[in-house]
């Protein structure tokens, strides 16, 4: 979705997160290059923003449902549509991070493939400065743990 079209989705964020998470994911929604949306009857009912960080790593920052459309595969939709346009982009690694404890979110990850990782696995497969760089960006914060899946 283009950036001027975004403004519609924010209560999908408003009923997906708070404090700063929900600052957070306005703010990505708002700046991020690739936003994807699902479109129910009456108009949007997730999204999902993702990032190529590296020539052959993407990222994949938030996915929002709305609450009367979770558990009947909207953002199982989101995410296997994510995971294969970074196939098409060429990405080959993918990554997420999900607080400790969001079983729904570490549901939909494991589902398709992702697997806990660590910095320590983050900077033997892309180097001890990369690794720090590609963290930065991500945003993992204390209390999150990475996912990691391989495309290819």
Do not use: C, W
């Not at 949306?37 to 108009?43: D, T």
């Not at 346009?85 to 080959?92: D, L, P, S």
């Not at 900077?123 to 993992?140: D, E, H, I």
């Amino acid at each position: 979705m283009p950036p001027e079209s975004r403004d519609g989705l924010e209560f999908i964020l408003d009923e997906s997160f708070d404090g700063l998470y929900l600052r957070h994911a306005k703010r990505t929604l708002r700046e991020i290059e690739a936003v994807r949306a699902a479109r129910g009857s009456s108009g949007p009912v997730g999204v999902i923003m993702v990032k190529a960080l590296e020539q052959k790593a993407g990222y994949v920052y938030y996915v929002a449902v709305t609450r009367e459309h979770r558990g009947k595969g909207v953002a199982t939709l989101l995410l296997t549509d994510a995971l294969e346009k970074f196939k098409a982009g060429r990405i080959e690694d993918v990554y997420a991070s999900v607080e400790e404890g969001n079983a729904p979110s570490t549901g939909l990850f494991l589902a398709h493939g992702f697997a806990r990782t660590s910095f320590a696995e983050l900077a033997k497969r892309f180097g001890t400065l990369r690794a720090v760089n590609m963290y930065r960006v991500m945003m993992v914060v204390p209390g999150e743990f990475l996912l990691h899946k391989s495309t290819s």
